[in-house]
T-cell receptor
Framework: DAKTTQPPSMDCAEGRAANLPCNHS???????VYWYRQIHSQGPQYIIH???NNETNEMASLIITEDRKSSTLILPHATLRDTAVYYC???????????FGTGTQLKVEL | GAGVSQSPSNKVTEKGKDVELRCDPI?????LYWYRQSLGQGLEFLIY????????KSGLPSDRFSAERTGGSVSTLTIQRTQQEDSAVYLC????????????FGEGSWLTVV
């Protein structure tokens, strides 16, 4: 599975959009981009995933570049409860395991 | 239940004792995973099940660790002769095992070895 690169930390003001980048320049055509987040040591929470097209759900939007070498997770109106470590993972899916890197620590502040 | 269920949620055990941790995956999910996370550390993959078989056991740290899955559903992770370094939260996840499907995590079992 392709490796990903994320900034170690980001800050965001409450109510503003949080844009979390992820670089996956070695992604293959059949690999998906998944985003999870983890608050303290709770179980990781699924946020969103996509293959080629941009995706949106009730939590977030996922923007994947046309060449698929990078993506951005957008939390449109960040709240204090969105403070967490966000993980970008690239995986072929099926039975392949999720390999977690160090992620981005997002801190949402007043 | 609607989500991945793990038990016990917390377990304190004495060094040298055996422990069993249980995972009930989401109904219909054929893929099941075990991870662990020590305090302040990242998530470490332990083992993956597809149905009742385990095609990937590469993350089990020693032969004191074993896992089984029965009926394509419930899984048990067993740690024999526990050591203090085994203290961690043990997380279970499940998915449908097909490309593009989502893997959902439980809330974990906190293990403290004293």
């Amino acid at each position: 599975d392709a490796k990903t690169t994320q900034p170690p930390s980001m800050d965001c003001a409450e109510g503003r959009a949080a844009n979390l980048p992820c670089n996956h320049s070695t992604i293959s055509g059949n690999e998906y981009v998944y985003w999870y987040r983890q608050i303290h040591s709770q179980g990781p929470q699924y946020i969103i995933h996509g293959l080629k097209n941009n995706e949106t759900n009730e939590m977030a939007s996922l923007i994947i570049t046309e060449d698929r070498k990078s993506s951005t997770l957008i939390l449109p109106h960040a709240t204090l409860r969105d403070t967490a470590v966000y993980y970008c993972i690239v995986i072929r899916g099926g039975g392949n395991k999720l390999t977690f890197g160090t992620g981005t620590q997002l801190k949402v502040e007043l | 239940g609607a989500g991945v269920s793990q038990s016990p949620s917390n377990k304190v055990t004495e060094k040298g004792k055996d422990v069993e941790l249980r995972c009930d995956p989401i109904s219909g999910h054929t893929a099941l995973y075990w991870y662990r996370q020590s305090l302040g550390q990242g998530l470490e993959f332990l083992i993956y099940f597809q149905g009742n078989s385990a095609p990937d056991k590469s993350g089990l740290p020693s032969d004191r660790f074993s896992a089984e899955r029965t009926g394509g559903s419930v899984s048990t992770l067993t740690i024999q002769r526990t050591q203090q370094e085994d203290s961690a939260v043990y997380l279970c996840a499940s998915g449908r095992g097909s490309p593009g499907n989502t893997i959902y995590f439980g809330e974990g079992s906190w293990l403290t070895v004293v």
